[in-house]
């Protein structure tokens, strides 16, 4: 399938050729076990990609925004997941932007080197969900440290993490002014927090993504860890969520470049009724309009990470860029299963599990439903609704 993706095109090459290393068949051996792409996370780490967004002083590529969403889209188009791993590119810009010249001194490079990985963030709770700023993670100061205590929930890939980035509260809610204040963004040191209070337990769900709660019994973080001013946390959180939503739709959009590949291949080559089943308009129509929503989805994303590269505010287009990617890709998934009549539902073909994977994007790391209603107050100017 040609689209008029241009971006990028040497960085696309290599990734799509590093891919070619990590075929159907690895991804559908983890998903049957649940287990962590470690083989494919490490040779994108050696490859550098992971480092892209890290400027090129702390040892990263100090690539653009779009470079790292072509890179994760390829890895998408190509049937891989780049979930495993897509955090690391991204949750390092709250330390980047934030962090003191020690902290980054401290952090980057090994980031860049892949030495550390900081693969895991802590901001969602089983008792606040989307209602972030009523999170119960509390860090209480105690002389030169803070003691950490309570539960994250949706944790991804902390077991394969040696580092953290925690939104927990450091002034009780009824004591500031207003419920984003008093949040605090730290850098867990998850071997020592591991062996100081703080458990991991697993969560199984329908795609291996290999997420966890996460429990802080009273677990000290040296207070040098504390990233940014006391009780900034939520704003420095906010401050990196347009990259992350960026990202996450390049993934959709590669998603969707995927189902609609396969659905047009497998389109034209099934006959039955003595005809290819892609001569009927009734098996065109939803691959179609699939990839009308893709590439309108590509050109949203495309406007969010040029402006964010520029400088500029890109969060409505991230939102939309967003959702919009994640709707598309959906419906790709479905069309490309509805194409493939049962063969869709073989796991050998990879479209099971994609669809499984791709679904995901509707509630993470931000649903549909918060993103209309962010349009509808923050673009639109209707009354906030919650
Ligand atoms: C596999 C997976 C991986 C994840 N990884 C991470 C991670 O690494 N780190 C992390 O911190 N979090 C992570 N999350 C959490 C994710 O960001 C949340 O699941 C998501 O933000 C939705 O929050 P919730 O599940 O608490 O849903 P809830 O907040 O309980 O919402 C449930 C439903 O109600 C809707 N809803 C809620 N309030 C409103 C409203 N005011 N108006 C309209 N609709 C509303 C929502 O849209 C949603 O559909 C992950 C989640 C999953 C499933």
């Known amino acids: 399938m040609e689209t008029v993706t241009t971006d990028h095109p040497e960085i696309r090459e290599a990734v799509r050729k590093l891919c070619q290393g990590f075929p159907g068949e690895y991804w559908r051996r983890l998903d049957r076990a649940q287990a962590y792409p470690t083989d494919f996370v490490k040779a994108l780490t050696v ?5 892209a967004l890290i400027p090129e002083e702390y040892g990263g590529a100090g690539l653009p925004l779009s470079a790292a969403a072509a890179i994760l889209e390829e890895i998408h188009r190509s049937g891989g997941n780049g979930g495993a791993c897509h955090a690391q590119m991204y949750i390092m810009g709250a330390l980047l932007r934030h962090g003191s010249p020690a902290q980054k001194q401290a952090y980057l490079p090994k980031i860049a080197a892949g030495v550390l990985r900081l693969q895991a963030f802590g901001v969602t709770e089983p008792g606040s969900g989307t209602d972030t700023t009523s999170l119960k993670t509390f860090a209480r100061r105690d002389g030169d440290r803070y003691i950490v205590t309570g539960q994250k929930i949706w944790t991804s890939r902390a077991e394969h993490s040696d580092l953290m980035l925690l939104l927990a509260r450091t002034t009780p809610r009824d004591q500031v002014k207003k419920r984003s204040e008093g949040l605090s963004v730290f850098i867990l040191d998850m071997v020592a927090a591991r062996q100081a209070g703080m458990t991991i337990r697993p969560i199984r769900t329908m795609m291996n993504h290999s997420t966890t709660e996460v429990f802080f019994d009273s677990v000290p973080v040296p207070a040098e860890n504390l ?23 390049a993934e959709c959009i590669g998603d969707a470049k995927w189902f609609i590949g396969k659905s047009v291949a497998y389109a034209r080559e099934r006959v039955v009724f003595d005809r290819p089943i892609g001569q009927n308009q009734g098996v065109q129509f939803p691959i179609a309009r699939a990839y009308a929503q893709m590439r309108a989805a590509e050109l949203m994303t495309h406007q969010a990470a040029a402006l964010f590269d520029a400088g500029k505010d890109c969060a409505a287009e991230a939102n939309m860029a967003k959702m919009l990617a994640a709707e598309a890709s959906w419906a790709a998934g479905e069309a490309c299963i509805q194409t493939h009549g049962g063969f869709g539902f073989a796991e050998e073909f990879d479209i099971e599990r994609k669809f499984r994977e791709t679904r995901l994007y509707q509630v993470a790391p931000i649903s549909t439903n918060l993103i209309l209603s962010y349009l509808a107050e923050h673009v639109l100017g209707l009354p906030r609704s919650y």
């Open 47 to 51: 490859a550098g990609y992971l480092g």
């Open 227 to 249: 990233v940014g001013e006391e009780g900034e946390g939520f704003r420095y959180i906010l401050s990196g969520m347009n990259a992350e939503r960026v990202l996450i739709a």
